[in-house]
């Protein structure tokens, strides 16, 4: 067991007055609400020194958006990267190799679902996408279809900011309208309908409105048929919707997703940047439905959070197509490719998971579970659901982002709510007691802010 807290007892500082106004956030204007500043991190704890002048040690129910399954400063990742700066902690890629990056490209592909053969590391979940959709397009070309470049995807997805993974984000809450002209138009079927995992006695079962789910394969089917000859690839976050709404999904909508771009001469593109590693109750979400992709993407969690690094796995299919094309090679290549550290604390992320993301994810899922559904009682609350190490609380309103995350650190929780979304995707080591505060505190700044 751990210690309740190991953190540093480092207070103050003026970190967070020296930000405001000259160090860009997330989605946020320079002039808007005050940061709070991390003075430690470890295990599942952050220390911060909070805009009111006040400082608090919370429960992290965020992993640092999704990734940092393993907590904070785990000895083992702090010594795998120890010993990779020690060897060394970056080469370039071109005409060199090294063993983070082999050994690392060696589990990926045994773990990944089906037979992927091939592996291209990018420095970030966008980049892989942008990665990945270059490889479709080139796949088409090498395929002698040069003409099918657009992407079939659905409306409610996330991929990324950079430009062509924004293009096949949701086209009214994907940023769309501000870029106009500039992103490529792709065709967008209707958001795959709600669907609730209801689990009991560990028993798992997808429960989805049947009329629903057969009226969204029709619209996918149709849509597929009328625009196949321009279509590339089937774009897709498995199962689970995240960024754009945390929206668990049925995964026969997976199935018809695979089936659909069989019968076209489409790739399936798994987006598994935020839900491969377990953090949906499967290895990758893909398993739900038993699909393996042509393509997919992981990343976040990847390293445990602790560099920045993402890769994109495809088939030998894939990977042969391009490699006898005209073109021989993938079009892309960054400077920071199969970084070595990043690769080396990735492996030792990978062999922590082996031990056990199973068991803690059931752990982290049924307290999120238990503790979450406290908030159905309350009048703003609209919807509360789970997904393996995955809770919502949906409002029927906008979250007052500013005072929920407030009074959330003021009962030993960080969240980061948006839209109308107060949700956790906590770290998998934490406790059960861990899980519990996070859901208390959810519920409790949720009662404060909006009752
Ligand atoms: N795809 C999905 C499904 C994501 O959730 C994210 C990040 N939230 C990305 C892509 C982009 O990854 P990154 O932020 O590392 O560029």
Redesign the pocket.
Known sequence: MREASTLPTRTGGDTALRDRGLVWHPYAPLNGPAPYAVLGASGVRLSLDCPDGTSAEVVDAMAS?WCAVHGYRHPALDAAAHRQIDDFSHVMFGGLTHEPAVALAERLVAMAPGPMAHVFFAD????S?EVALKLALQFQAASGCPGRQRFLTVRGG????TFA?MSVCDPVDGMHSAFPGVLASHVFAPRPPLARLEVNDGHEQWVTDEAEFDQWSREFRALAAAHASELAAVVV?PVLQ??GGMRPYDPRCVRVMRDVADEHGMLLVA?E??TGFGRTGRLFACEWADVAPDVM?V??ALTGGYL?L?AVLMTSRVGAAITESSFGALLHGPTFMANPLACAVASASLDLLADSWAADVARVGSGLRAGLSAALDLESVRDVRTVGAVGVIQLDRAVDVPAITAAAVRNSVWVRPFRDLVYAMPPYVCTEDEVATICAGMVAAVREVHP
């Open positions: 958006w970030s979940g966008s980049v996408v996330y991929h990324g900011d993974a976050e995240g960024a987006d940047i935020a993407c990343g976040k920045s993402a």
